[in-house]
Structure formats: C-alpha cells, structure tokens
C-alpha cells in the first residue's frame, strides 16, 4: 500500500512562497512517477505538475509554468513543490500524487495513488 504524506501547507501573503513535501512510502519511489494536483472551493481537482521516475522531465500546467517548481530527491523518497510568486487563485487543497506510469496522468479518475491534501491560502 503506497503512503503520501504532505506537508509544507499555510498561510502566505500573495506575492510570497512556499514549498511543499510529499514523503513517498509502500513502492520504490525510483520507480514511481509523483505530480501535484490542487481543489480550490467549488471547482473541480486539476492537475498542477507531474515528474518523471528519474527526475529527468517535468511537466506543468499553464498557469503556473514560470512560478512553480517540481522536483524530487530519489534518496530520501520525497518530491517537492516549490511555490513563488502565488497569487490568490493558488488559494487550494493540494494534494501529492503517484502512479506507476511514467507519469502521473493529468486526469485525476486515472491517478494510481493519493495523498490526503494539504491547505494553502494566499492572501491579498
């Protein structure tokens, strides 16, 4: 049973940062494409970022390309979401995925695993 666990969530004033964690566990995170997703209130969950098994690619949702960056560390079965420049339509639940794809799909309905989400909030 894969586990993921976020963590890095709050409160930040529109223009600031943050970054988000996702600890990995129950499959060989080396061999396992991780991503991001996000649910604002009232919307629908949309994919954010995905990254491949090595790190090699990554691939990103329009509106945050420039702002966000995907990465992970195979060593310690974490993936990251760096967050800069956030505005208060960031404002989310974001959530830590994983599939054994090669990576995660950009449709929720055909994500393999789920974290439980985590809360930002971007004020203005």
């Known amino acids: 049973q894969v586990q993921l666990v976020e963590s890095g969530g709050g409160l930040v004033q529109a223009g600031g940062s943050l970054r988000l964690s996702c600890a990995a566990s129950?499959?060989?995170?080396?061999?396992?494409?991780m991503g991001w997703f996000r649910q604002a209130p009232g919307k629908g969950r949309e994919f954010v970022a995905t990254i491949t098994w090595s790190g090699r690619n990554t691939y990103y949702a329009d509106f945050v390309k420039g702002r966000f960056t995907i990465s992970r560390d195979n060593a310690k079965n974490t993936m990251y979401l760096k967050m800069d420049n956030l505005k208060p339509e960031d404002t989310a639940i974001y959530y830590c995925?994983?599939?054994?794809?090669?990576?995660?799909?950009?449709?929720?309905?055909?994500?393999?695993?789920w974290g439980q989400g985590i809360q930002v909030t971007v004020s203005s």
């Open positions: 995925a994983a599939d054994r794809g090669p990576t995660v799909p950009a449709v929720q309905y055909e994500v393999d695993y």
């Open positions: 129950g499959r060989p995170f080396s061999s396992t494409a």
